[in-house]
């Protein structure tokens, strides 16, 4: 941008163009979460149901622990998600009308003021005259490019920070644990249609509140947001798909994935992996990080196991259902992973 281009300060913000002419930007992002949450875990559902080849052979439970291990139907797990997302799209529909009118920053005023940042701050360290030639690149590439990317992290930082919190707190608090958060871990052989099965409390608290708290905090526009509630949604149902798929993207670029998580959902595993839905940095700092139990080529021997044996050891403190423990009836397992008994565990 030319140094010597004079501009109106006073309008400093637009009134965008909504990406759906009958819907707001902001309702989108309340909306487009919903729609995705269904379209991929359905897709999820099929897969399991019609027991697709090529993504049979990466289940890590099989169909028969699903149906014996939790202990609730699909039927109930489907209604509980309807009420959470009531909840959460409720909360959005409040959070839009205190902001009001949806606004963008006037992009030609903030890259003057991001380039008289620059030129500030590059007088002080002399390095103006060295970097005025590319001023105007480093200015569009900061403000196109680099902020919002950084924004992004942010919130996604956020996000990681109060979910992995909030939920180890309903883990070491008896009480919540057993009257709120313990809903959620009847899902002992997690599925994707049960990635926001919870009480209707710990819905509002960590997902839905978490979520317009990163949000806001790091600063994302709306369509900003309307992309991040979205990635948001997708990795959540992909961390509860119960398959840990080579191929996916996603479980290859977060160590946060579906093994990852199917860990915490086994007893042995319940005080460990708190991490959601992106990072693990808070589990490996605080040390409550748990690795992905071995893959089938150290197994291949040993292809049936028991029931009793994929849920064994809970810590002592641990709050759960035991019948989950008494189930004797023997199963034939992927392969896919040992989840056999981890001795010393603490």
Request: proline letters at 4%; hydrophobic letters at 40%.
């Amino acid at each position: 941008m030319d140094q010597n281009t004079t501009i109106d300060v006073s309008s400093t913000v637009l009134h965008p163009t909504p990406l759906l002419p009958f819907m707001s930007d902001k309702h989108l992002s309340l909306l487009a979460p919903v729609i995705v949450y269904w379209l991929y875990s359905g897709m999820y559902h099929l897969i399991s149901v019609y027991k697709v080849p090529l993504f049979d052979k990466y289940r890590i439970q099989n169909s028969k622990e699903t149906e014996t291990m939790n202990k609730v139907s699909l039927g109930e797990v489907i209604k509980a998600v309807l009420v959470q997302q009531f909840i959460q799209t409720l909360l959005g529909l409040t959070v839009a009308y205190l902001e009001g009118e949806d606004i963008l920053p006037d992009d030609a005023v903030e890259m003057f003021h991001i380039g008289q940042t620059l030129k500030f701050c590059a007088t002080k360290i002399y390095l103006w005259q060295t970097i005025e030639p590319y001023h105007d690149v480093m200015v569009e590439a900061t403000y196109w490019y680099i902020m919002p990317i950084l924004k992004f992290a942010l919130a996604m930082f956020f996000l990681d920070t109060w979910q992995y919190f909030v939920h180890r707190l309903f883990h070491m608090n008896k009480f919540l644990y057993r009257h709120v958060h313990s809903r959620h871990h009847r899902l002992y052989a997690p599925y994707a249609f049960g990635a926001l099965y919870n009480h209707p409390f710990e819905g509002f608290l960590f997902d839905s509140l978490g979520s317009v708290i990163a949000t806001e905090l790091s600063g994302l526009t709306t369509r900003s947001t309307l992309v991040f509630f979205t990635f948001a949604t997708i990795k959540t149902v992909d961390d509860h798909c119960g398959y840990d798929l080579p191929f996916n993207p996603l479980q290859r670029m977060f160590r946060n994935n579906s093994a990852y998580h199917a860990i915490h959902h086994q007893t042995y595993g319940m005080k460990k992996n708190f991490s959601a839905p992106f990072f693990t940095m808070w589990d490996r700092i605080l040390g409550t990080y748990m690795s992905a139990p071995p893959k089938s080529s150290e197994i291949v021997k040993d292809r049936t196991t028991t029931i009793n044996s994929l849920s064994l050891k809970a810590d002592s403190n641990s709050d759960y259902d035991s019948k989950a423990e008494t189930v004797n009836s023997e199963i034939s397992t992927t392969g896919r992973y040992n989840l056999r008994s981890r001795k010393n565990i603490t």
